[in-house]
């Protein structure tokens, strides 16, 4: 059997402003409408608005989605769909942001406070910290998006 491409989804209350903490997050895009071209400065969730309308999807149907894309096509699409019920319990399957990859030690772990500390600012919430420890692992932070997904800065 040929190796299979993965998006993850992701169930969300706003599909549009999680998918946009995600892009911040990630350095990701939302891709435009097909067939559309993004112009400097365009905003991709605007573009999408009015194509969406332009192709007579009622306004209620309009954010009930959203998608990101690797800029260079190297990482799994991410699909954010809305959802009625909150978020319930803990994840079952988190993300890993790789942000101390190469640091060990007081660098790794500085540099996963950075990040940590610019994710709080666009909307994460910082849960906890590990430190590193030979058998458990180098450290990491767990964090969670605005609406409570817990993930792992590592």
Not at 33 to 45: H, K
Not at 103 to 117: K, P, S
Not at 118 to 145: I, N, Q, S, Y
Request: one cysteine or more; glycine letters at 10%; charged letters at 25%.
């Amino acid at each position: 059997m040929a190796p299979r491409t993965i998006q993850i989804t992701f169930d969300a209350a706003d599909p549009i402003a999680l998918s946009r903490f995600w892009a911040d997050v990630l350095g990701y895009v939302i891709p435009p409408p097909p067939g559309v071209t993004l112009a400097a400065g365009d905003d991709p969730i605007d573009t999408w608005m009015a194509f969406l309308a332009d192709h007579g999807v009622p306004e209620e149907e309009r954010r009930t989605s959203s998608a990101l894309e690797h800029p260079t096509g190297a990482g799994p699409r991410i699909y954010f769909q809305k959802v009625p019920e909150p978020k319930g319990t803990k994840n079952r399957l988190h993300v890993d942001v790789r942000a101390g990859t190469g640091l060990q030690g007081d660098e790794r772990m500085a540099a996963l406070e950075a990040e940590a500390e610019r994710l709080v600012a666009l909307g994460a919430t910082r849960l906890d910290r590990f430190e590193p420890d030979p058998l458990k692992g180098a450290g990491h932070v767990v964090m969670a998006d605005p609406e409570g997904n817990e993930f792992c800065l590592d």
